[in-house]
């Protein structure tokens, strides 16, 4: 599991042992909220939706004594150390024996995630790492013809290869590119390769689940009065957007599917290379990469040159898969720094059975 979080893994690994997929499993059931494993080994709410968890979490916190402060944004610290927040009223002064900023990344801005604490910590002198979309789609740079008749629409049951990397899943083919699963499971590899060189050549497997020789031997028996792109379509199970990738690969290339060769057009079928030039914004990723450096934080994940002050979730430099990893390692971290707050105000951090 630990290979999912990178460079990061080895700073991670104490908190995430000690805030396990079933503590986060017992935290929900706790809250009213029960969960269940699906058959992609994928945790879900029963109810398919976060929100009643979050209401229900929201409530718990309410009732034990938490006071929310909405429409506030924090924007440094003042000479004594106190929080500085700019407020509906003007700027207000907190002094706080510990806090914890838990203030995300930079992936969801309209609602109020934007990354804007980044400055603030950087010029504190805190070592940051810049963020960056992560768990994000690509960009394709399609002809009009395939933007307008596949915009929106799955491929499915692919295998993507990128670097040695591999992944399996699916993908939906967007306006400008590519997103979905199979898409953010290499995202960090594609947008590091893109950053360097400026491109990215993924190769997608559209029947991953047939070798090359058996596409060939497939696409041998087909007879010169059946259309190409019915025979992929009956012969070897191809969706429409599918066929229409290959013809949109091929004719940027110059070559034709109609005049390629069984061995070719199987090749072809098992790799099709697709040109990735650009990354899709960081507004409409799932996720960040980057933020504060994980030398600027103790074991207890206290900031070094903020005594008392703590960090967690996607503000510290590390990034993860979406589908469970992510979360994880976010309600971890918020748990470690939950338990280090705790340690630093001299009282005791509850045992985990406890606190379901």
Known sequence: ???RYGAAAPRLRPAIEQFLPADLRAWCENLGQPTFVGSSGRVFPTAFKASPLLRAWLERLRGGGVTFRLHHQWIGWGDDNSLIFAGPEGHISVSADATVLALGGASWPRLGSDGGWLEVAANAGIAVAPLRPANCGFVAGWSDFFRSRFEGQPLKGLKISFDGQVAHGEAVIT?????????YSLSAPLRDAITAQGEA???IALRPDL??????KRLEARHGKQ???TFLRKALKLSPPAIGLLQEVTLASGERLSAM???RLAHLIDGVPVRLTGVAPIAGAISTAGGIMFEELDENFMLGR???TFAAGEMLNWEAPTGGYLLQAAFATGAAAGRGALEWLGLHAPEMQQTR
């Open 1 to 3: 599991m630990f290979t």
């Open 175 to 183: 306006r400008t590119g590519l997103e979905g699963g199979i898409i």
């Open 201 to 203: 050549v993924a190769h």
């Open 211 to 216: 070798s090359t020789p058996m596409l060939e």
């Open 227 to 229: 259309s190409l792109s």
């Open 261 to 263: 060769t069984p061995a």
């Open 306 to 308: 903020r005594p008392g």
